[in-house]
């Protein structure tokens, strides 16, 4: 699975952005999908993640109620939908996908195997 990010950018305090990853490979639907972050001199962080058929979701607490994760299977992409932004979401975003099941049950990045190349995404306040 080779997956690439974009959508990232510059924005205000209070403003949204969506960010997507497109996967290639047939597989897609069968993946755990999940969304880190990592915010300058930080260690990478989770962010949310969905299983394969879009049904279940998590988020930390971080960003529960602000954030939203969704995938279009038969588009073979995942999104992040990401509203009421702040400084401290300013990071640069990686999307991770991992065939085991198990891996929804899990926040750590090790547990996902494939990783696409990043977006910035940078909140002015």
């Known amino acids: 699975v080779q997956l690439q990010a974009s959508g990232g950018g510059l924005v205000q305090a209070g403003g949204s952005l969506r960010l997507s990853c497109a996967a290639s490979?047939?597989?897609?639907?069968?993946?755990?999908m999940g969304w880190f972050r990592q915010p300058p001199g930080k260690e990478r962080e989770f962010v949310a993640t969905i299983n394969h058929s879009g049904r279940r979701t998590d988020y930390p607490h971080s960003v529960k109620g602000r954030f939203t994760i969704s995938r279009d299977n038969g588009k073979n992409t995942v999104y992040l939908q990401m509203n009421s932004l702040n400084a401290e979401d300013t990071a640069v975003y990686y999307c991770?996908?991992?065939?085991?099941?198990?891996?929804?049950?899990?926040?750590?990045?090790?547990?996902?195997?494939?990783w696409g190349q990043g977006t910035q995404v940078t909140v002015s306040s």
């Open positions: 490979g047939r597989t897609f639907g069968t993946t755990v």
């Open positions: 991770a996908a991992n065939f085991d099941p198990r891996t929804f049950n899990s926040r750590r990045s090790a547990d996902y195997t494939y």
